[in-house]
């Protein structure tokens, strides 16, 4: 087998949407593509550009997960002081309380996890890359 009947081997079957560009492919396999340089950049900043979006919210993870737990404490005492009859702040500030206090603290804490994840890859790729001495 030559290399050429492995190269047809390897590719996928066109789709019917680009039939027309088939005819177009064959006739530039001749001649093999080199990928610029300005593509492999702009791939590069493609992946940093998701990295950078891999969590909600941009506050060190430490500062989420101690409002979170803030919020949480706080929603789950209006949540008491409702359940045991008059609250102090009255019923329309405490049940608001109790009502926002918790999904945001759940969301914080889902905030911090990632926010966490994503600094610990930060701070392992930096590890990764610093030069050692044996």
Not at 1 to 28: F, H, W
Not at 70 to 84: D, Q
Not at 112 to 126: N, P, V
Request: charged content about 20%; cysteine-free; proline content about 8%.
């Amino acid at each position: 087998m030559s290399t050429d009947d492995e190269e047809e081997i390897v590719g996928l079957p066109p789709l019917p949407s680009d039939a027309g560009k088939v005819v177009k492919a064959v006739e530039q396999k001749a001649a093999p593509a080199q990928q610029p340089a300005a593509a492999v950049v702009s791939s590069n900043s493609a992946v940093e550009e998701e990295e950078l979006q891999a969590y909600p919210i941009d506050l060190p993870s430490p500062i989420l997960l101690a409002t979170s737990m803030v919020l949480a404490i706080s929603s789950i005492g209006s949540l008491f002081e409702l359940a045991g009859g008059t609250p102090k702040l009255g019923f329309a500030v405490t049940a608001a309380i109790t009502a926002l206090g918790l999904p945001i603290s759940v969301f914080l804490i889902y905030a911090a996890i990632l926010k966490g994840s994503a600094e610990t890859e930060e701070a392992d790729r930096e590890f990764m890359n610093k030069p050692r001495r044996l």
